[in-house]
């Protein structure tokens, strides 16, 4: 059975930075894509980044400014969060995709956490 659980939401002022974790059991994520995805009140769950074994992908809203990592020995994704805006305020989740290809749309994915919660905020 797949777990993914995220870690290291919280409130951060605008300017300030984060760094969520999605540690995952029930499969090695060296062998699977995996991403980050965002669902902000009243708005569709949508794509923020991904990697894989060819490279990582950023939606265009968060290029340059989000960092998308995993570190295999600890079966663990991370997504750096710096220069965060008002905008940047969502439940973050991470997923996990057996098929491994590129794709931005949730559909694609195939495990879920259960999110963690950012708000960029004064």
């Known amino acids: 059975q797949v777990q993914l659980v995220e870690s290291g939401g919280g409130l951060v002022q605008p300017g300030g930075s984060l760094r969520l974790s999605c540690a995952a059991s029930?499969?090695?994520?060296?062998?699977?894509?995996m991403a980050w995805f965002r669902q902000a009140p009243g708005k569709e769950r949508e794509f923020v980044a991904q990697i894989r074994w060819s490279g990582v992908y950023y939606a265009d809203s968060v290029k340059g400014r989000f960092t998308i990592s995993k570190d295999n020995t600890k079966n663990t994704m991370y997504l750096q969060m710096n220069t965060l805006k008002p905008e940047d305020t969502a439940v973050y989740y991470c997923?996990?995709?057996?098929?491994?290809?590129?794709?931005?749309?949730?559909?694609?994915?195939?495990?879920w956490g259960q999110g963690t919660e950012v708000t960029v905020s004064s």
């Open positions: 997923a996990l995709q057996e098929a491994g290809v590129l794709a931005r749309s949730p559909g694609a994915y195939d495990y």
């Open positions: 029930g499969r090695t994520i060296s062998s699977y894509g």
